[in-house]
């Protein structure tokens, strides 16, 4: 249904290796407007590496990256953030000894008119996305250090809606939460999705994954075993292929599938 | 009490609950930590008081320990930002050394030829020299921690041998004295006073900066809404204020120009000698002013710009900050030439004061510009400290000098008596984050 349109991201042959480990081997992934790819893959297969070049953090060693059919040179955060790429990271990178509203617009600042930083409109805001987001959201006033693991998780994903992204990386971004705050991180994409906004949705809960994901890419070793729309496979099959490496007949295979007949 | 005056939205995250003091260093939202600063600070004097037989505590005393304090105060307002951000600069006391000997040269040796003795533009001159060589120092030194990824302490540890060394090459080791009349104003004194009226008028300018700030803040916050302070408590903090400051001057004006002083001054303005002797009130001295412009204006750096809340962003979590797309490696540059700077200001305070320029300058300056800012709650893990809290670490350490100077205290033993100190600020900085967490 959305072959013929122009993709909003295309990594193609993206390879990155540390020192002698090919972290990411020849990966391609796509990615549509209003689409929810889920990026699955058991731990260290380089999902969190592949992603972390789209949004600028590393910088490849091989490949490329289109946006909307163009290439772009993506070589740090500021240049992804420069195309709409938003990112909530694994490690959720707030900064602890800042409030909430320090962090949800570090690096993007409001100013008054004499340049100073304009504190109280970056706390209402800051007070109103958290409201939509966490409700029970209070402590504005506290250093990030104080909250939970899931108020800290809130943060960050605030922080990546705030700015009109167009297209957004979650890495497991509902890790720390509680079933309430999950299932409305759950709402909250399949919102933005009808917003037209691109989704790269790392994680590993497979019944979130089919719940919200148009297709998955499967990656294993740092290369990706296939992908399929989430309509053509069971959720056997897919664990099949983060296990195995086994490509199913519903699911395209890729470089890294299993190599027999 | 508070039930009435506190203006409590449903949001409201002013609760009132534990004991008094709680619900007081609540509402007033006092910083404790700085509290506690104030409280050990005037432990200290009380126990110099007492233990000196009533020297310690006098207008003359405080004026000078003012006086003395300012050079390191301004250095330590740049230690702050350099240690939030997991940094250090041993380098800090030789780069004043170096830079205080060239505005010396500067100003003995190379401008009188050129513009003539005692030209008002010389003080000038040399003072705009040396904070661009300051920054210019600075910047290199950050570039090569920044860029180059040398751990700051290696690469000032480095500095600190090499500009020492470069302050006794560029003159061969020579004291260069004396200082041009008007850039001596900046190291206080007789001439580098502003006396008592000008000093009053100081005073009340700050407290209607202070009440003006308080009524605004409250204005921003009622305009989105935002729990208030309640009204005792703004009224608590402006009163407070105030009478600090206007305390403060009122002691600085109780110092009286020293006899031979206020002779030399009586005869150049033809006051006839009287029979009790002339009592000319010093007011606040000009570094000490220097100082405190200073503290503020790093204080608005830190707390109101994009700078500040970058330093302490990536001082909290500089991975974060790079991921933010924070500049982090340009940031650091910053640091470390503000630090420059902040140098040659603390150089120029210091040969102004000394009335000349010696290549020992400066000597031990990095242990007590580190010691102000830690003492003041700089903490040394990173992302934590206060530019009020340097300054009175800076206060404290020449309160401590001063006091066992009064009670001839050897120098070796106040060395000691040094060291002891900067440990337990910093392991009560280890118990204080401890229990924080
Ligand atoms: N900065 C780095 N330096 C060295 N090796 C790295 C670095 N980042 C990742 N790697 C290696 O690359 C491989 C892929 O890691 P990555 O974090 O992408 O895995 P992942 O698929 O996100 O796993 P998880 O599900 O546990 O988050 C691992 O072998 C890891 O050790
Ligand atoms: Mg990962």
């Keep these: ?261 | 009490m508070a039930n009435k005056t506190i203006a409590a939205p449903a949001s409201s995250t002013l609760k009132t609950q534990g004991t008094a003091l709680q619900r007081f260093l609540q509402a007033t939202e006092i910083d404790t930590r700085l509290l506690g600063m104030v409280g050990a600070l005037l432990l200290i004097w009380i126990g110099f008081e007492i233990s000196t037989g009533g020297l310690f505590l006098t207008p003359r005393n405080l004026w000078n320990l003012t006086v003395q304090a300012s050079s390191v105060s301004v250095m330590a307002t740049g230690m702050v930002l350099v240690i939030v951000t997991r940094n250090i600069d041993l380098s800090v006391g030789s780069i004043l050394g170096f830079v205080g000997m060239i505005m010396a040269i500067t100003q003995a040796r190379i401008l009188p030829p050129l513009i003539g003795f005692d030209n008002p533009a010389t003080w000038v001159i040399a003072l705009t020299i040396g904070i661009l060589l300051g920054a210019a120092i600075g910047a290199f030194q950050g570039m090569i921690i920044a860029f180059l990824s040398v751990p700051a302490f290696i690469v000032t540890l480095g500095g600190l041998l090499i500009w020492r060394a470069a302050a006794f090459l560029v003159i061969s080791g020579a004291t260069v004295a004396p200082m041009d009349t008007k850039f001596r104003i900046m190291g206080g004194g007789a001439d580098g006073s502003i006396g008592a009226t000008a000093s009053w008028v100081v005073g009340v300018i700050a407290c209607v900066a202070i009440v003006l700030s308080i009524v605004n803040s409250r204005k921003q916050r009622k305009r989105f809404g935002f729990p208030l302070r309640p009204k005792w408590a703004e009224y608590f903090l402006s009163i407070t204020g105030c009478v600090g400051v206007l305390g403060a001057v009122w002691v600085l004006n109780s110092y009286y120009m020293p006899v031979n002083l206020a002779k030399r001054y009586a005869e150049l303005n033809n006051i006839a000698w009287p029979e009790g002797g002339l009592q000319i009130p010093l007011g606040i001295a000009v570094p000490v002013l220097m100082a405190v412009g200073i503290a503020i204006a790093m204080s608005f750096l830190t707390t109101r710009t994009r700078f500040g809340r970058y330093v302490f962003a990536i001082g909290g979590n500089p991975e974060a900050a790079e991921l933010a797309g924070i500049k982090t490696r340009w940031v650091t540059v910053r640091i470390f030439a503000l630090m420059g700077a902040l140098c040659a200001i603390a150089a120029a305070i210091s040969t102004a004061r000394l009335n000349a320029a010696t290549n020992a300058q400066g000597t031990l300056d990095e242990l007590y510009t580190i010691a102000a800012a830690v003492i003041g709650g700089t903490s040394l893990a990173g992302g934590v400290g206060t530019i009020a809290g340097a300054v009175i670490g800076a206060i404290v350490m020449q309160s401590l000098q001063s006091g066992m100077v009064l009670l001839r205290v050897d120098t070796p033993l106040q060395s000691i008596v040094i060291g002891i100190v900067l440990v337990m600020a910093v392991w009560l900085d280890t118990v204080y984050r401890g229990r924080a967490k």
């Design chain 1, 1 to 261: 249904m959305t072959q013929h349109r122009t993709p909003l991201v295309e990594m193609k042959n993206i390879s990155i290796s540390f020192g002698g480990i090919h972290a990411v081997d020849n990966a391609s992934v796509d990615l549509y407007p209003g689409e929810v790819v889920a990026l699955l893959g058991h731990n260290g297969a380089g999902k969190s590496t592949l992603i972390k070049i789209l949004s600028g953090a590393y910088k490849r060693d091989n490949g490329e990256i289109l946006i909307n059919g163009e290439p772009v040179q993506i070589s740090n955060p500021r240049d992804a953030k420069g195309y709409g790429i938003e990112t909530i990271y694994q490690t959720l990178a707030v900064a602890d000894n800042v409030d909430a509203a320090a962090n949800l617009y570090l690096g993007r600042e409001l100013r008054t008119p004499w340049g100073t930083l304009d504190d109280v409109a970056m706390e209402a805001k800051a007070r109103e996305v958290m409201g939509r987001l966490n409700p029970n959201f209070r402590r504005f006033k506290e250093p990030v250090k104080a909250l939970s693991g899931g108020q800290r998780q809130s943060v960050a994903i605030a922080r990546a809606i705030l700015f009109d992204a167009r297209i957004l990386i979650m890495d497991e971004p509902t890790a720390a939460l509680g079933p309430q705050e999950t299932a409305q991180v759950g709402e909250l994409i399949k919102q933005l999705k009808r917003e037209g906004i691109g989704i790269f949705l790392i994680s590993h809960d497979i019944h979130d994954v089919f719940d919200l994901a148009d297709r998955v890419s499967v990656m294993k070793n740092g290369q990706v075993v296939g992908h399929a729309r989430t309509q053509d496979v069971t959720k056997d099959e897919v664990l099949g292929m983060i296990i195995l490496g086994k490509v199913p007949p519903g699911a395209i295979a890729g470089p890294g599938a299993m190599q027999t007949a």
